[in-house]
């Protein structure tokens, strides 16, 4: 797009939220809460203990026909035709489908629909999927898939996202429409500020170029779907999704039903981060087989499968240069960016917009130019994953900064301290700060690593390095134009003295339906085990956007929050009513009721609902929550505006062993400002639980192909995820700012702490023994040669490469 | 779930009963033991066997036996976990035990037994795949095709032998005792491999390893086992190192062996290891120094091979610096040599 | 097809599967037994990890019919077993997995818990490097292994009779929620 000056955000006031939406971050009743911020059960978490809880793959339906995809083992050819009869008339088959079946294109962003449920012209990388067979069982339909017959006119392919920008005329997507459109995706050039001036006005201009690696997100638990169709024409879909409500859009556009006529239901869900975001082929497949056969269909992929399915993060080649003055001020940030984005477009229009907006806070530049390229290729589509289109270019930056600080010598934590935005602020491409608790950050991973005493100072090859980041919590764009609420909740009240919460949000693991349950309890005063949560079912439950960009505590919490208050109220003037006491003397709180100035008027939850019920008819109530307008004034100035950021730092503790480049890591501090922590266990857990994967994806994983164009080891075996033994100490040092806008002033967990554990690493390893790293991965291989590069350790004998070996 | 192809299961309770069954039905007919390595294999359809002979329920395989010479004997049948537990091994054969120790992760080594771990099918990054992902690339050398991906035209197949304890047996001089339709044999570990990726063992396909005998090691035998690999569980080796030491009274040197695994088909002997080593007193500069020209000649002698996944360059770079560890970790006694 | 005698969670069941079944087929598509996991199909994950005489093991890389004759423990198996025992609730330790925050998706704990349950089994009181590699071969890929630890942790110390030190982020003076067995009355604050 179009580079477009942005000026004076500064200078512009704070966007308030709308009533309904902001709730004050104290307690509901009195100074104290009774259940938020405490370690509180999860709703499922002994259902899930006891092997209780379902999961897609753990629904059998009487006559269920088991389906499998035939894939394609070309990189990149045309289709000329696919004969299905041979498999068709094996015994046991009961349908087989294909691209022509469903031949309307869809994309999880209404603007770039470019992917087919099963390929319609043509397959784009090895693995993509070409038809769907329905058969008695899984034997049956994988001997089924061999008797299909695909001709097919091998094209050239594209493997290297500059090969692809080289050579247009072999074209992944065909846009005859566009003929210069080649194979970009998308282009995102935008500028904040004179940059060149800011440069040439600095002392120190530093100048890097940094690469970021593929991976993937690896849940343990594989897709899964099982589609049903009643007599009457209903289609219901249980699906290990994470956005149930994109699902469900994206199968009535493509199956050509009303929405009304399909009900999307996510199990208990084994895992996403980002990876089940996407709308993918066997959801439609088992909806078509199932409609064909008018018997419930479940397709369970391999392991093999979802690495095909991907949407894991996108490899990058990143150029930074950035200006300081001596007085360790930042002057100006200039980035080119190479996104490699695979086979299709997924959320690639925002991942390209991510890789330069989420860049702006905690530290500030005031000037700043980004231009992001991403780029088709003939391997298995990127998409979101934990920490969406800003885990890498926060690498880059935050190894930059930490060569900044060198230059100018100051320590890399003052660095930082002396850049802060601050709160209540702007950023310098025009996004609304409100809290910013990155000081807070910093302190306690500087107190509890020991940083002054130890940083420079351990034995060489042992060192320690700092890096930060922001993220945001959740998005005020809503992927599809609309001007509904992004967050719905419904609440039940009933005389027995329970509470059931219905929201459409996703929990995917990250506890979001516990948080539900908090908050609910918190409001009614009621015992967390009398409120049941009822999520993820599009017939049940109201929209919500589902589990992704961080937004289920901020949206859905302040929608619960919002629906809540309106009982609470409800049943506080029942009851003081009752009692002829005005209604700011009645306590609710843990399932007890009493008046705060008579104690001994007393009772308890379940006797105060009956007695609201009495007064006002059956108990319900709605809540919604809508983000404020927020974003700069200029297009894709929306893109990466949230209502609040959260702020993270790590310390790692490294040890590099120069013999063998391999990087042990001992400890990694993450202090991460979540607003306010509502379950300190689960904000712990998240905070682990990203550090641990961006950790992991720094030294260990990589999601690439061979020369062939094919999955280099599609399985857990070769794609290694750390075990319990390759995982550090990871210290959770939780930060509260206390958003304004965030529910109880609760801002994003579950993705910031995973971004500054690869460039702490980097800085760590520049402490240890005095090398920048400043390509992913670093697994020891990488490692060594860098440290023989920079002299480091014992020298590389002679060369030698054994006859005949490719690599 | 990647299924398993159709299959049969005989449960045969004697050694002669499995010979039996593998002679009737001869190169359809596979035996199966702990399972951990066959069953993938047969998952990404390598192997199709009509017949699996069971050899969990034999209970000659079990045996586990110091004698009172110091031989030890080990039944095939008996667990990597608990050989690698079992003081007796930790004493008279250190190196097996800590092999033993780091194969695979813990379910595994409860799962997989010594015998079946001795006759592990070689490993390569394009042959241990799925049925879909071969053919993707017109299938290799070593199964359904006729091309090595890993050698530009090469002829021979090259994947390596991956089994953790070979080396360590080898080392230790141990003896196989094989049961077929001919009869017990008993083979020189060192002779039992073929430098040939496809089938890197001299074996009949009717024959089945009874048992594993070491024989008694002098007093001051040392041993250890140094792996390599990415992750401090479960993976294979991308590496292994084996080293025996011998030490007299005298504190010298008088008897070294050093065997390397998972570099190509077969575990290799460095040559000149016993050679360097024999002599030399078994700490100070002295020995320090005999181990790094060890280490040289084994960074010499060995090259691997891009066949299993991970840089292949830096594998043989890590040949000399796990020998050096591993031979300083056999004369201190501190093995196994392991990243964590 | 054959037909099989399991001895599953105490339970004497026949059951008919073809000889190229796992156990884990078996468990979890013809005896509706889904608690335990399926995540990578070979082995490599430790999700469909049972303990097989007592033993975690793979259910995904052991055949139905060589199970036969041996005692099966899954993760249904623990909570009825503890009740039988005369305890309340879960097993302890799957109220402590509960009461750390180990359980995330949950997906990758059944095989956990079992791996975890046979090591108190065998070493009542863990260091943590000891926990470390008992679990070695049970991925999780939400908690970092963290708060598995520390329920691992927190189970063995209150079977001590020792109550473990809380982690940083815990809120002051609110020290581990009670456990199921010693669940709160009505009214009393956790």
Known sequence: ?807 | MLRLPKTRVAKPTTVAQAVALLVEHGEVAMPIAGGTDLLPNMKHGLFEPEVLVALGGIKELQRFELQTDGTLILGAGVSLDRIAADERVQRTAPALAQAAGLVAGPQLRRMGTLGGNVMLDTRCQWYNQTHFWRQALGYCLKKDGTVCHVVAGGKKCVAAASNDTAPTLMTLQATLVFEGRSGRREVAIDDLWHTDGIHNKKLGTDEILVEVRVPPRATGHRGAYGKLRERGSIDYPMLGVAARLDVGRDGAVEGADLVLVALQARPVRVRRAAELLIGVPSSGDNFAEAVAAVAEAAYAQAHPMPNIPGDHEWRREMVPVYVARTLHAAATGTGPVHHV | MASLLLNVNGDQLEVTAPDHWTLLEVLRYRLGLTGSKQGCDKGDCGACTVQIDGEPQLACLALATLCEGRAITTIEGLMPAHLRAGGKGPDPLQDAFDRCGALQCGFCQPGMLLSAKALLERSPDPSRDEIRHALAGNLCRCTGYTQIFQAVELAAAEAQGRAPTPPAWHPDGNPWMPACSKAPAKGESR
């Open chain 1, 1 to 807: 797009m179009d580079a477009r000056l942005f000026e004076g955000p500064r200078e512009r006031g704070i966007t308030l939220m709308a009533a309904r939406d902001q709730h004050g971050v104290g307690a509901p009743f009195g100074d104290r809460f009774q259940v938020v911020g405490r370690a509180e059960r999860k709703v499922d978490g002994l259902a899930k203990a006891t092997g209780q809880a379902v999961y897609t793959d753990d629904i059998q339906l009487p006559g269920m026909l088991h389906a499998k995809i035939l894939r394609s083992p070309h990189a990149h050819a045309r289709i000329r035709s696919i004969d299905t009869s041979k498999a068709l008339a094996l015994p046991g088959v009961h349908a087989v489908i294909t691209g022509r079946d469903m031949p309307i294109k869809y994309g999880v962003i209404p603007w770039t629909p470019d992917e087919n449920a099963l390929a319609l012209e043509k397959v784009r990388f090895i693995g993509d999927e070409v038809a769907a067979v329905a058969a008695l069982d899984e034997d049956t339909a994988n001997a089924a898939l061999r008797l299909i017959e695909v001709d097919y006119e091998v094209l050239p392919a594209h493997f290297d996202p500059k090969d692809a920008l080289a050579k247009p005329e072999v074209q992944i997507h065909e846009t005859p429409e566009k003929p210069d459109r080649g194979n970009v995706s998308k282009h995102v050039r935008l500028e904040f500020g004179d940059v060149d001036q800011a440069l040439e006005d600095a002392d120190v201009v530093l100048e890097g170029h940094y690469r970021f690696h593929g991976s993937t997100h690896a849940p343990i638990e594989p897709h899964c779907a099982v589609a049903q169709v009643s007599p009457d024409g209903v289609l219901t879909l249980w699906s290990a999704t994470q956005i149930t409500h994109y699902v469900h859009r994206a199968l009535a556009r493509v199956l050509e039903l009303k929405e009304s006529r399909i009900r999307v239901i996510q199990p208990c869900l084994g895992g996403a981060f980002g990876g089940k975001s996407d709308p993918f082929a066997l959801e439609f497949a088992v909806a078509k087989l199932a409609m064909v056969t008018g018997r419930p269909v479940k397709m369970l992929w391999t392991r093999e499968e979802v690495f095909y399915a991907h949407r894991g993060r996108h490899p990058m080649q990143l150029h930074y240069r950035s200006g300081i003055r001596r007085d360790g001020k930042l002057t100006g940030v200039d980035a080119k960016i190479l996104i490699d984005g695979g086979s299709y477009s997924s959320f690639g229009l925002v991942t390209t917009y991510y890789s330069g907006q989420l860049l702006t806070g905690p530290v500030h530049f005031p000037t700043y130019r980004f231009d992001s390229t991403r780029v088709f290729t003939n391997k298995p589509p990127c998409g979101p994953k934990r920490g969406h289109g800003s885990v890498q270019p926060r690498f880059a930056f935050e190894v930059q900064l930490d060569e900044l600080a060198e230059a100018v010598a100051l320590d890399p934590i003052e660095l930082r301290r002396r850049n802060w935005q601050g709160e209540h602020t702007h950023t310098v491409n025009g996004q609304r700060i409100t809290s910013n608790g990155f000081l807070g950050c910093l302190d306690e991973v500087e107190r509890a690593s020991g940083w002054r005493e130890r940083r420079g100072k351990l034995p060489f090859g042992r060192g320690l390095g700092v890096a930060g980041s922001m993220y945001i919590s959740g998005t005020n764009y809503a992927i599809y134009p609309n001007d509904m609420p992004q967050a719905g909740i419904q609440i039940k009240l009933d005389r027995s003295g329970l509470a059931t919460v219905f929201t459409g949000g996703n929990d995917i693991g990250q506890g979001s339906n516990s948080v539900c349950r908090a908050i609910v309890a918190e409001e009614l005063g009621l015992d967390p085990d009398d409120v049941r949560v009822v999520a993820a079912d599009t017939d049940l439950c109201p929209v919500d956007l589902g589990a992704y960009s961080s937004r289920v505590t901020f949206m859905v919490g302040n929608a619960t929050i919002d629906a809540a208050r309106k009982l609470r109220r409800l049943v506080t003037g029942a009851v003081a009513k009752k009692w002829s006491v005005p209604e700011n003397r009645i306590f609710m709180g843990r399932g007890e009721v009493f008046d705060l100035e008579d104690r001994s008027r007393a009772i308890t939850s379940r006797e105060a609902i009956q007695i609201a019920e009495a007064l006002h008819d059956t108990l319900g109530a709605t809540g919604s929550y809508n983000t404020p307008k927020l974003g700069g004034d200029y297009r894709g100035g929306t893109i990466g505006a949230s209502p609040a950021y959260s702020f993270t730092a790590h310390v790692v503790e490294a040890e590099v062993d120069v013999e063998t480049g391999r990087i042990h890591l001992h400890n990694c501090w993450v202090a991460h400002d979540c607003g306010r922590a509502l379950n300190p266990m689960l904000v712990a857990g998240q905070m682990e639980g990203s550090a641990y994967m961006g950790l992991a994806e720094a030294v260990m994983e990589v999601h690439d192909i061979n020369r062939f164009g094919l999955h280099a080891g599609p399985s857990l075996l070769d794609y290694r995820i750390p075990t319990s033994v390759d995982t550090p100490e990871l210290h959770a040092l939780i930060v509260e700012s206390l958003d304004p806008e965030g529910p109880y002033g609760a801002k994003e967990a579950g993705e910031g702490p995973l971004h500054p554990a690869l460039p702490a690493i980097s800085n760590a390893v520049y402490d240890a023994v005095g090398v920048r790293l400043r390509e992913l991965p670093f697994t020891p291989a990488a490692v060594l040669r860098a440290l023989r590069a920079a002299g480091v350790g014992p020298k590389a004998r002679a060369a030698q490469q054994p006859e005949g070996a490719r690599r």
